[in-house]
């Protein structure tokens, strides 16, 4: 008899939806989580008054959400209050102009337009492909587990329509922006979602440029903070009468013949399961919390050719007054050509980038309980290294980096910024390290380019433990909110279907 | 005969390839370069 009959290792978007479905289902489960909250990635915390999302500043795909209560036989709506983001970006140049994209097509367009007159056929023809690849793409594949190459041709057959767009996997993002629109302006103000991916255009594949289309579908914000999304999820998995346990670390995960049999934590603890759930990096979870002598040579050598992805260091500001921004999010814009600089010749030599991703967010312009009455919460996302060159380390370059965000913001961008500045926190890779034990502070697991996804990406169903299951932003789907909490649905009706 | 032309065909596709490649603008070079490394591990990770 085992203690559990699902133990999931840490509280992540994929966790909890996990752990929610099977709780529903009346699996005795039991969440694990070495911090003291649920969310991972997907946080907010307080800091001099203001709420702060630590990662994730709004969602695509809602629908992931609904799906999700659906299962468990309730309402979105009674658990996460989304509200909708409208412009989704505003851009501003370095010589000062503003452009809005309007959630709203025709709007857009006209936008488009105005920017270059010769590219509204590019956007027509964008919008009518765009349309058809989010269904089948983003739609279809949410909900596939592609684990192996026969998944992956029921999905082509099912999805007929996918052959005749198969070059937009075998593309790169900038190529395939630039099968659309002639002006680098317009393919500036879209090349940033290749970061979506964690990847430069350079290096992103095409398909993703669709992302640009799937916006205009609904891009949101969870009321009080990004934080609130998990928090309505463990709401449901605790009303279904699961577990979890905060400031539990697990440090090993028990096999018995090549069958994960349960965990044991940095406490001491040994508990049993009939099956163990990872929400953790899959390499972590196999090279680590499985271990290279428990695991086949192949597995080894699989997990450890696996890149991380990128890292995203987070200054999270509180502000007096709001600096006249447009919309929730505004982009620095950079060229394309800046895009992959950022990534070659900056984050790969360990040199921190100064244009290329630059990336405001002020969810305070729609949801004001946020931050102190008249204050407005500022966040600065950028691409980094985790390893930074010249002896440096993040921890001694803090107040340097801060300033230097700061200045760039001002004096590129014509930001009022500094003398705003009421309260101040950065997040380094290193702290995402050391907060999420996200080794190098990935915020995405691994790498997503197309050797490291779908049947490439390690299986939902672990190909090398029995009884050992993946969720989270390191398996199929990837990292993104939506994905993840996809990610957790897919495992949890895989579960459901083989063990219980 | 047709088992002496196979191994044309692969050395002319190969060259036709690598040419190809060469005239790539930078870009796809580097994406192709990115993927083209990871070609030994697809095995093991397609079964992990
Ligand atoms: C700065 C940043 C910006 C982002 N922007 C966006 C965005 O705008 N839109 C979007 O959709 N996505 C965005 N993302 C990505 C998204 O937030 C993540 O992909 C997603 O939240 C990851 O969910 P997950 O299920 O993989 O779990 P994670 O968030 O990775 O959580 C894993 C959990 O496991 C716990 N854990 C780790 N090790 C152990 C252990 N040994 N024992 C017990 N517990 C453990 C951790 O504490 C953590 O709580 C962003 C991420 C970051 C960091």
């Given at each position: 008899m085992s203690d559990y009959d699902a133990i999931i290792i840490g509280a992540g978007l994929g966790?909890?939806?996990?752990?929610?479905?099977?709780?529903?289902?009346?699996v005795k489960t039991l969440i694990l989580e070495q911090s003291g909250n649920t969310g991972g990635c997907c946080s907010s915390i307080q800091h001099d008054g203001f709420t702060f999302d630590i990662g994730p500043s709004v969602v695509e795909f809602k629908w992931v959400w609904d799906i999700l209560f659906e299962k468990l036989g309730r309402k979105t709506?009674?658990?996460?209050?989304?509200?909708?983001?409208?412009?989704?970006?505003?851009?501003?140049?370095?010589?000062?102009?503003?452009?809005?994209?309007?959630?709203?097509?025709?709007k857009t367009r006209k936008t488009i337009e105005?920017?270059?007159?010769?590219?509204?056929?590019?956007?027509?023809?964008?919008?009518?492909?765009?349309?058809?690849?989010?269904?089948?793409?983003?739609?279809?594949?949410?909900?596939?587990p592609m684990m192996t190459l026969r998944d992956m041709m029921i999905f082509g057959i099912k999805n007929p329509l996918l052959s005749l767009k198969l070059k937009y996997v075998f593309i790169n993002f900038e190529s395939a922006l630039k099968g659309f629109f002639k002006s680098e302006a317009v393919r500036a103000s879209m090349g940033m979602h290749a970061y979506y991916l964690g990847l430069p255009p350079a290096l992103c594949p095409g398909y993703a440029v669709f992302l640009c289309y799937t916006d205009h579908e609904g891009v949101h914000y969870p009321k009080g903070g990004m934080g609130s999304i998990p928090k309505g999820i463990e709401k449901a998995y605790r009303e279904e009468d699961g577990e979890i346990r905060f400031g539990e670390r697990v440090i090993k995960i028990i096999t018995d013949k090549n069958r994960a049999a349960g965990i044991r934590t940095a406490s001491g603890k040994e508990i049993t399961s009939?099956?163990?759930?990872?929400?953790?990096?899959?390499?972590?979870?196999y090279l680590d919390l499985i271990g290279r002598d428990y695991l086949p040579r192949w597995a080894v050598k699989a997990m450890e050719s696996y890149e991380y992805s990128f890292a995203n260091p987070n200054l999270m500001l509180g502000l007096k007054d709001q600096i006249g921004?447009?919309?929730?999010?505004?982009?620095?814009h950079s060229t394309?050509?800046?895009m992959n600089s950022a990534w070659f010749d900056y984050c790969l030599k360990g040199k921190i980038p100064s244009r290329g991703f630059l990336l405001l967010s002020c969810p305070t312009i729609e949801d004001h309980s946020l931050a102190p009455e008249n204050h407005h919460c500022l966040n600065i996302v950028t691409v980094a290294p985790y390893r930074l060159s010249g002896g440096k380390d993040w921890d001694s370059i803090r107040e340097e980096y801060i300033e230097s965000r700061i200045d760039i913001v001002e004096k590129e961008f014509h930001l009022n910024l500094r003398e705003n500045i009421v309260a101040a926190k950065?997040?380094?890779?290193?702290?995402?390290?050391?907060?999420?034990?996200?080794?190098?502070?990935?915020?995405?697991?691994?790498?997503?380019?197309?050797?490291?996804?779908?049947?490439?990406?390690?299986?939902?169903?672990?190909?090398?433990?029995?009884?050992?299951?993946?969720?989270?932003?390191?398996?199929?789907?990837?990292?993104?909110?939506?994905?993840?909490?996809a990610s957790g649905i897919l495992a949890a009706d895989m579960i459901l279907r083989e063990v219980f | 005969?047709?088992?002496?032309?196979?191994?044309?065909?692969?050395?002319?596709?190969t060259a036709f390839l690598v040419m190809k490649y060469v005239k790539a603008p930078e870009s796809k070079k580097r994406f192709i370069k990115h993927l083209v490394v990871q070609i030994p591990y697809l095995p093991g990770r397609y079964y992990a």
């Amino acid at each position: 008899m085992s203690d559990y009959d699902a133990i999931i290792i840490g509280a992540g978007l994929g966790g909890l939806a996990c752990g929610a479905i099977l709780a529903r289902s009346g699996v005795k489960t039991l969440i694990l989580e070495q911090s003291g909250n649920t969310g991972g990635c997907c946080s907010s915390i307080q800091h001099d008054g203001f709420t702060f999302d630590i990662g994730p500043s709004v969602v695509e795909f809602k629908w992931v959400w609904d799906i999700l209560f659906e299962k468990l036989g309730r309402k979105t709506a009674d658990y996460i209050d989304f509200i909708e983001i409208d412009p989704i970006y505003s851009f501003i140049t370095s010589d000062g102009k503003r452009f809005s994209y309007p959630a709203d097509l025709t709007k857009t367009r006209k936008t488009i337009e105005t920017l270059s007159p010769d590219d509204v056929k590019g956007w027509d023809k964008f919008v009518r492909i765009g349309s058809g690849m989010s269904e089948i793409f983003f739609k279809s594949s949410m909900f596939t587990p592609m684990m192996t190459l026969r998944d992956m041709m029921i999905f082509g057959i099912k999805n007929p329509l996918l052959s005749l767009k198969l070059k937009y996997v075998f593309i790169n993002f900038e190529s395939a922006l630039k099968g659309f629109f002639k002006s680098e302006a317009v393919r500036a103000s879209m090349g940033m979602h290749a970061y979506y991916l964690g990847l430069p255009p350079a290096l992103c594949p095409g398909y993703a440029v669709f992302l640009c289309y799937t916006d205009h579908e609904g891009v949101h914000y969870p009321k009080g903070g990004m934080g609130s999304i998990p928090k309505g999820i463990e709401k449901a998995y605790r009303e279904e009468d699961g577990e979890i346990r905060f400031g539990e670390r697990v440090i090993k995960i028990i096999t018995d013949k090549n069958r994960a049999a349960g965990i044991r934590t940095a406490s001491g603890k040994e508990i049993t399961s009939r099956v163990v759930i990872s929400n953790i990096n899959a390499k972590t979870c196999y090279l680590d919390l499985i271990g290279r002598d428990y695991l086949p040579r192949w597995a080894v050598k699989a997990m450890e050719s696996y890149e991380y992805s990128f890292a995203n260091p987070n200054l999270m500001l509180g502000l007096k007054d709001q600096i006249g921004l447009d919309a929730h999010h505004t982009v620095c814009h950079s060229t394309i050509e800046d895009m992959n600089s950022a990534w070659f010749d900056y984050c790969l030599k360990g040199k921190i980038p100064s244009r290329g991703f630059l990336l405001l967010s002020c969810p305070t312009i729609e949801d004001h309980s946020l931050a102190p009455e008249n204050h407005h919460c500022l966040n600065i996302v950028t691409v980094a290294p985790y390893r930074l060159s010249g002896g440096k380390d993040w921890d001694s370059i803090r107040e340097e980096y801060i300033e230097s965000r700061i200045d760039i913001v001002e004096k590129e961008f014509h930001l009022n910024l500094r003398e705003n500045i009421v309260a101040a926190k950065l997040n380094t890779p290193k702290d995402f390290e050391r907060m999420l034990l996200q080794p190098e502070g990935a915020i995405f697991g691994i790498q997503f380019d197309n050797a490291s996804s779908m049947i490439f990406r390690p299986r939902i169903r672990s190909g090398a433990i029995k009884n050992l299951y993946l969720v989270g932003s390191s398996t199929h789907l990837g990292g993104g909110t939506p994905t993840t909490t996809a990610s957790g649905i897919l495992a949890a009706d895989m579960i459901l279907r083989e063990v219980f | 005969m047709v088992k002496k032309l196979i191994p044309i065909i692969l050395i002319a596709g190969t060259a036709f390839l690598v040419m190809k490649y060469v005239k790539a603008p930078e870009s796809k070079k580097r994406f192709i370069k990115h993927l083209v490394v990871q070609i030994p591990y697809l095995p093991g990770r397609y079964y992990a």
